[in-house]
């Protein structure tokens, strides 16, 4: 076997000749990745390893901006691994990422855990006042500073050796819950063998269950497949009570049936792993450790601002639990209220209350249409930016689609994809990444990709979405603005490398757009007529907002408050039971409503054990507040023009992580975050 020529020809080793350097997937086999990450690791390595031995004396030049400099192949093909295996994975990525995760992790303490390398940097740290950097280049050296501190770059080298272990192990744990959890979301869908059992179920619905049971081998029947909360969609419509049961408890157990794909054990180790990593670095738990560098800064804030949302969510949500009872009893259902019949009974009150059937409202949101003139209208009121279609960019998936965005002036800005259908071998959710990132040191333009896992229709029927879907793609995109939007001359602050209690402000910002009127009747029309929706429909929508937001609320803090409870156990507690621990923890902070159960269950909580937001689900909370508080400085002056558009890029969505996120937000704001229009906008205060 000829190695060289194996990597001269493998499409990975080099950057794409295509637009942007977009990845060829024509070329791309899943079998190029792991002798290309080998390489990008090694190569990596060597460049570390010259700065670290450069004879020279440290300067910005040959240390800070070298180490921006370097890793780029690693780079590159990590960033095509993370497109696919989230969104298009298959055995030989999965079994991959288990591989490469831990070595991932090891390449990360190769650098952080260099003692002469953070030596250079600590030289550097302590003149930095002498260096007369311009502003982005002192944050950068702050940046690596902490970010070596964080590391343990001050720690024995007998304790180093314990935490790169304790790295590998944990990096290696994330990515086999991640492959558990697929798995088990797949093997968990609930087959119906009567279609009469499917009654509430649109037509459309019925038999895109009918293609998914098909496809599953199971032709003849109907497949409802789980999406990754614990509430399924399907629930809001099926009248069958027996039915909507067995698929809640199809969700809430789908990855606990004691196989191998259950993932309780390997919870219970990442958690007594990052707990141990917490103590090496002399914290107490690792939410302490892992807030440092967050707006918040500490568990006790989290928490404190969560003490102020509980209170008022969980008292809406045991109201809208009478008012739901009241209808069960009306139709003498002869029940109390579970999970399982909150969607269905909460849509029965909506449809009472404000007369809005979701059926009556999905023909006017057809998928494509809201995103082009939708999303993309929003996006050039606001900013300027136009979009056109390419069709000469290789995709993974035929169904997806590929656009060059282009600036206020004409500029090419960046690409876009989107890849809006759910697949059994995509992991759930909705999520926004970039495949190549903007840096002027690189010369390189954002590629940014959208994913999410909206229900595809069989052959010859239109995409047709729920308003909360048109809000997750108006979301996602509010991401893809803040990629795109990226304006740093270094990757490691680039766009949307921000903490995590800030990265959620311009995707959560970007959903009010969704109903502004000059946005919304833009788009909002009927797929067959091209009609636009009636404004007493409209007008429905908007009064319904406020409709069921205790229980929305409380699922999202119950999720926000299992996450900090798992990551604020002290050093060497040993946790027995994963089911035990989750309903004490939820007990204790007064978050055990028993109708409403948590959004993510600990067994399935793919944010904080396989994506990176570990001590940081309560940033949606945290950043609604500020998004709130944002969208109130607009309302304040005039609301969708051009010029604030201009000005909330300008100070918001282009700094990337170049200063305070305080100080960037309330220079914004004019104070710092209020959380009243937070409370108001959820109906929890009136006005």
């Given at each position: ?74 780079r590159r093909v990590n960033g095509v691994f993370n497109m696919l295996s989230g969104a298009n994975t298959d055995s030989v990525l999965q079994k991959l990422s288990e591989e490469i995760a831990p070595k991932l992790a090891a390449q990360q303490d190769a650098v ?312 059994d071998n995509k992991s759930g959710g909705a999520w926004m990444s970039n495949v190549v990132e903007q840096s002027k040191l690189l010369g390189t333009k954002p590629v940014i990709y959208n994913v999410c896992n909206f229900t595809k229709p069989v052959p010859g ?227």
């Amino acid at each position: 076997m000829d190695t060289d020529k194996d990597l001269a020809s493998n499409p990975l080793m080099h950057a794409s000749t295509l637009p942007f350097q977009a990845p060829d997937f024509k070329k791309i086999n899943s079998s190029d990745f792991e002798p290309a990450f080998e390489e990008g690791l090694k190569e990596h390595l060597a460049e570390i390893d010259k700065i670290t031995n450069n004879p020279e004396a440290p300067t910005f030049d040959n240390t800070l901006v070298a180490m921006e400099k370097s890793g780029q192949l690693l780079r590159r093909v990590n960033g095509v691994f993370n497109m696919l295996s989230g969104a298009n994975t298959d055995s030989v990525l999965q079994k991959l990422s288990e591989e490469i995760a831990p070595k991932l992790a090891a390449q990360q303490d190769a650098v952080f855990l260099n003692k002469k390398l953070y030596e250079r940097i600590k030289n550097l740290f302590q003149k930095k006042d002498e260096l007369n950097l311009d502003k982005e280049s002192a944050r950068l050296l702050e940046y690596y500073n902490i970010q070596f501190i964080r590391a343990g770059a001050n720690l024995s080298d007998e304790n180093k050796t314990k935490l790169k272990k304790l790295n590998e192990e944990e990096a290696g744990l994330g990515a086999k819950f991640t492959n558990q959890l697929l798995a088990a979301a797949k093997a968990g869908g609930l087959v119906v063998s009567n279609k009469d059992a499917l009654k509430g179920l649109s037509d459309g619905a019925i038999n895109s269950a009918a293609q998914d049971a098909t496809n599953a081998g199971e032709k003849g029947k109907w497949l409802l497949s789980l999406q990754n909360t614990t509430q399924q969609p399907a629930l809001q419509s099926l009248d069958n009570r027996d039915i909507r049961h067995q698929l809640f408890e199809a969700s809430w157990n789908r990855a606990e049936k004691g196989d191998k794909n259950d993932t309780r054990a390997t919870i219970l180790r990442l958690a007594e792993i990052r707990a141990e990593k917490a103590g090496l670095l002399g914290f107490k738990n690792y939410a302490a450790w892992n807030l440092q560098d967050q707006m918040a800064r500490t568990p006790e804030a989290v928490q404190s601002f969560l003490k102020k949302l509980i209170p008022a969510a969980t008292a809406k949500a045991r109201k809208e639990a009478v008012d739901l009872q009241a209808v069960i009893n009306k139709d003498n259902g002869g029940f109390q209220l579970q999970p399982w019949d909150w969607d269905h009974y909460a849509e029965k009150v909506r449809k009472a209350r404000y007369d809005l059937d979701e059926n009556q409202v999905k023909p006017y949101f057809e998928l494509f249409n809201v995103l082009e003139n939708g999303v993309f209208y929003a996006a050039n009121q606001l900013y300027g930016l136009t979009f056109k279609q390419r069709k000469d960019i290789p995709v993974y998936q035929d169904d997806m689609r590929v656009y060059t965005v282009y600036d206020k002036d004409g500029s090419e800005l960046g690409l876009f994809y989107c890849d809006y259908f759910k697949r059994d071998n995509k992991s759930g959710g909705a999520w926004m990444s970039n495949v190549v990132e903007q840096s002027k040191l690189l010369g390189t333009k954002p590629v940014i990709y959208n994913v999410c896992n909206f229900t595809k229709p069989v052959p010859g029927e239109p995409a047709l979405i729920s308003y909360d879907d048109v809000t997750t793609m108006f979301h996602e995109f509010g991401h893809g603005l803040h990629g795109l939007f990226a304006n740093q001359t270094y990757p490691s602050l680039s766009g949307t490398n921000v903490a995590r209690d800030f990265v959620e402000l311009p995707s959560q910002f970007n959903e009010h757009w969704a109903l502004e009127p000059k946005v919304f009747h833009h788009y909002a029309v009927h797929y067959k007529t091209g009609v636009a929706m009636p404004q007493v429909l409209v007008d429905k929508i908007k009064k319904s907002q406020e409709f069921n937001q205790g229980y929305a609320l409380t699922e999202i803090l119950a999720a926000a408050d299992l996450d900090m409870e798992w990551h604020t156990i002290p050093v060497g507690t040993k946790i027995k039971s994963v089911d035990d621990f989750e309903a004490t923890a939820l007990k204790r902070t007064h978050l055990d409503l028993p109708q409403v159960p948590s959004r993510y269950r600990s067994n399935y909580f793919l944010h904080i054990w396989g994506n990176g937001y570990a001590a940081g689900y309560y940033a949606y909370s945290w950043t609604e507040m500020l998004e709130d508080d944002a969208f109130n400085w607009f309302k304040e002056n005039g609301g969708m023009t051009r010029a604030n558009g201009q000005r909330f890029r300008e100070m918001i969505l282009s700094r990337g992580n170049t200063e305070d996120y305080n100080k960037m937000f309330s220079d914004f704001r004019g104070h710092k975050p209020d959380i009243q229009p937070m409370l108001i906008d959820r109906g929890l205060i009136k006005k």
